[in-house]
């Protein structure tokens, strides 16, 4: 009877069974109803606090520097502290919250995997509930996997340093409500993740540590910190003794990243420069600005200036403050043949070398088979460091909103609008069909690249571009191609593996998605309604 009071307050769509108990019991589901309870309604008001600030930009302004809190900016303070076994961050792998996926991430040659419940997790309820058991699995150190050929994998003895990401502040957990109202994504992930964890996790000398997606304001940083806040006093816990890495994914945040930091200072160890999504955000924010337009996603590389300035910002602006600055993704997978194998850990070590020699406390990959050549990289240029904390770039020019908002120069190319249009409905298929981490084309893909495919051609319809053949991109010449490119899909794939997807599903949301008049904020927010 005092189950069913408390699972009362929050109301599931979906019945628990014996095997969901293990993460949501009495206590766990008592813990993550307060925490909704407390912290929905600022959730909702920071959302619509979102929808005021695009209004703005759409209408002419662009995003800037804040002024309110320059006493921040120019005083000297330093962030509470950085737990001992998050000091050497060099190499971090990231990937779904899949048995096996945790079992070789954890067991890579890197100092930390990141276990993601966001971008590379299609979020079903099995794989959610699956994945805080696979994680607490770890945690006591008992996870093994069999495949179907007999082959086990297990836990090696010094596993990586573990870190959950949780969904961003716009995702809904569609099967839990409270009123009425979904109740956050991320506070489920957050709560389920900590509340059951983190005995575990302090016992065995870590914690409970995150990395917190999408955000955009410090209002949204505060919001989290408050989260922490309340988690840590639920259970009479020191104050700090969460600790998260913010990553800057959107262009709005990247203003106010001395105010995020400032404001989740006793939580906060560091920022991380979400590429992908930062070229995403960049795009979907300044849609309305012609001037703004980008070309072929390939192009748009951290050479560029408006992405180079980005990366210093955050490295300059975390140092001061003592938290990490980590680099970016590197999505390569490794290839069989050996001589193409070379050329793309060629071009890893490149672009590593380039985050290393700026600053950067350490990197990501989403292959096991990169490690080694990223800790290379880091070991070369950290030498005895753990950490790149002493680079402070204290001599650079100051950083303009001009240089991070500069667009880049390139070429939009009828192979380039192809090869989006192939990529997205190939991602949409996986994380529709339940995957969420897929390999196209020798890059293992998350939602985030997928996002800038579709977000591309939404802009260059919106604003009349034309590809360098002369075509002016049109809706109807979108359509065309989405026709003609999902034949090239069933051909690359074969006919019994696009009969038995859900492609044509894929192509009819990306048909939706990318010919509407008003852009859709996230694909994921409409795939999830294609979900269990």
């Known amino acids: 009877m005092e189950n069913q009071l408390l699972i009362s307050k929050l109301a599931f769509s979906k019945e628990i069974s014996q095997q969901d108990t293990r993460v949501l019991h009495n206590d766990s589901i008592e813990f993550l109803s307060n925490l909704v309870e407390a912290f929905l309604p600022r959730r909702e008001e920071l ?63 890197v100092k930390v995997f990141m276990a993601d419940f966001e971008d590379s997790l299609s979020p079903s ?27 086990v994998y297990q836990l090696k003895s010094n596993p990586a340093v573990l870190i959950a990401r949780v969904r961003g502040l716009h995702l809904d957990e569609k099967h839990v409500s409270l009123a009425g109202k979904n109740i956050p994504g991320g506070l489920f992930d957050f709560a389920l993740y900590f509340f059951n964890n983190y005995q575990a996790l302090l016992k065995k000398g870590s914690g409970p540590y995150f990395y917190i997606p999408k955000l955009e304001s410090w209002q949204e940083a505060k919001w989290w910190s408050d989260v922490f806040s309340a988690a840590e006093d639920a259970v009479s ?70 992405l180079s300035a980005y990366s210093r910002l955050l490295i300059k602006t975390c140092h001061r403050r003592g938290a990490f600055a980590m680099g970016g993704m590197s999505a390569f997978i490794p290839s069989k043949d050996e001589t193409e194998n070379q050329a793309i850990l060629a071009k890893v070590r490149a672009d590593k070398e380039l985050e290393a020699k700026n600053g950067h406390d350490g ?54 609008m192809r090869a989006n249009i192939r990529v997205a409905v190939q991602y949409i298929e996986a994380w529709i069909s339940g995957n969420g981490c897929v390999p196209i084309y020798g890059l293992m893909e998350d939602a985030a690249t997928a996002e800038i495919s579709r977000t591309s051609i939404w802009q260059w319809i919106r604003h009349e571009k034309s590809l360098t053949n002369g075509e002016k991109v049109t809706k109807a010449l979108f359509e065309e191609m989405l026709d003609e490119e999902l034949q090239v899909i069933q051909k690359e794939l074969g006919d019994k593996r696009f009969q038995h997807g859900r492609f044509r599903e894929a192509a009819e949301l990306m048909r939706q998605i990318t010919t509407q008049d008003e852009l859709i904020e996230f694909l994921t927010i409409p795939g999830y309604q294609l979900l269990d």
């Open 47 to 109: 959302l619509k606090q979102r929808t005021i600030r695009q209004q703005k930009i759409d209408a002419g302004e662009l995003p800037d520097f804040i002024s309110e809190f320059d006493s921040i900016k120019k005083s000297e303070w330093k962030i509470q502290n950085i737990p001992e076994d998050l000091r050497d961050r060099r190499v971090e792998i990231t990937g779904p919250v899949e048995r096996k996926m945790v079992i070789n991430a954890l067991n890579s040659n």
């Open 237 to 306: 816990l020191p104050r700090g003794t969460i600790k998260a890495t913010v990553l800057i994914e959107t262009l709005p945040a990247v203003f106010q990243m001395d105010e995020i930091l400032y404001h989740m200072r006793h939580h906060i160890v560091g920022l991380n420069c979400g590429r992908w999504d930062y070229i995403f955000s960049y795009i979907k924010t300044l849609k309305e600005h012609p001037d703004r337009v980008l070309p072929d996603r390939q192009v748009v590389t951290m050479t560029q200036d408006f």
């Open 125 to 151: 309820w099995e794989k959610l509930i699956d994945g805080q058991i696979n994680l607490s699995d770890a945690i006591n150190g008992d996870i093994s996997y069999t495949n179907e050929k007999g082959k």
């Open 363 to 416: 990197s990501w990959v989403a292959h096991p088979g990169l490690a080694d050549t990223v800790m290379d990289v880091f070991n070369q240029v950290l030498g005895e460091n753990t950490n790149q904390l002493h680079v402070t770039r204290d001599s650079d020019e100051p950083i303009t909103a001009e240089q991070l908002l500069k667009p880049c120069a390139g070429e939009r190319t009828d192979a380039g």
